[in-house]
């Protein structure tokens, strides 16, 4: 079983809609989560972090984490073209300093 | 600069040749990270420095993959013998502590071996 699991995508939504992107991940003693984008050519950037069940906002983008069903996941809010990319989920785990990353969601949002 | 620096940013090199790829972490930065990312994948951790030493180089796929930080700022990724299959961007990331969030990867060396 692949330790982050996320839907390759691709997904697509209309302008304005809400994105919604998923990931579980199998090591119970997770500590901490992220969601990094991807533009094609480009290295990963940091968006989101989030520790504790429950939701986090930042802006647009919220991240919502549910340790008992070990799932976490990214809305984002009124899409944007701008944010067509690659969102990787990435999960550190008890070694509390390696990131081990799903494959990513391709993400389209469609003027 | 502010970011992790790394160099070259591509770098096409022939099986059996050796290579050298350099990271330039942002300074204070006490731990760096490699990560290896092939196409439509995500990364892959391969090794992680506190300080000059490798506290952890569990992910370094054989013994042709080394990677050295010998005083605690800039890290070499050196890689003997190429494959094929070493084809990949290898990317550095930095962060001031163990533990303390997510890092910041720099813009990765494109790695071709033809």
């Known amino acids: 079983q692949k330790e982050v699991e996320q839907n390759s995508g691709p997904l697509s939504v209309p302008e304005g809609a809400i994105a919604s992107l998923n990931c579980t991940y199998s090591?119970?003693?997770?500590?901490?989560f992220f969601w990094y984008r991807q533009y094609s050519g480009k290295s990963p950037e940091l968006i989101m972090f989030i520790y504790s069940n429950g939701d986090k906002e930042d802006g647009r983008f919220t991240a919502q984490l549910n340790k008992a069903s070990q799932y976490v996941s990214l809305l984002i809010r009124d899409s944007q073209p701008s944010d067509s990319a690659t969102y990787l989920c990435?999960?550190?785990?008890?070694?509390?300093?390696?990131?081990?990353f799903g494959k990513g969601t391709l993400l389209t949002v469609n003027p | 600069g502010a970011g992790v620096s790394q160099t070259p940013s591509n770098k096409v090199t022939e099986k059996g040749k050796y290579v050298e790829l350099r990271c330039d972490p942002i300074?204070?930065?006490?731990?760096l990270y490699w990560y290896r990312q092939s196409l439509g994948q995500g990364p892959e951790f391969l090794i992680y420095f506190q300080g000059t030493g490798a506290a952890d180089d569990s992910g370094l796929p054989n013994d042709r993959f080394f990677a050295v930080r010998p005083e605690g700022s800039v890290s070499t990724l050196k890689i003997q013998r190429t494959e094929r299959g070493d084809s990949a961007v290898y990317l550095c990331?930095?962060?001031?502590?163990?533990?303390?969030?997510?890092?910041?990867f720099g813009s990765g060396t494109r790695l071709t071996v033809v």
């Open positions: 990435a999960v550190k785990g008890s070694s509390n300093y390696k990131l081990t």
């Open positions: 300074s204070g930065h006490t731990a």
């Open positions: 990331a930095s962060s001031q502590l163990q533990g303390a969030g997510g890092y910041t």
């Open positions: 090591d119970r003693g997770s500590q901490s």
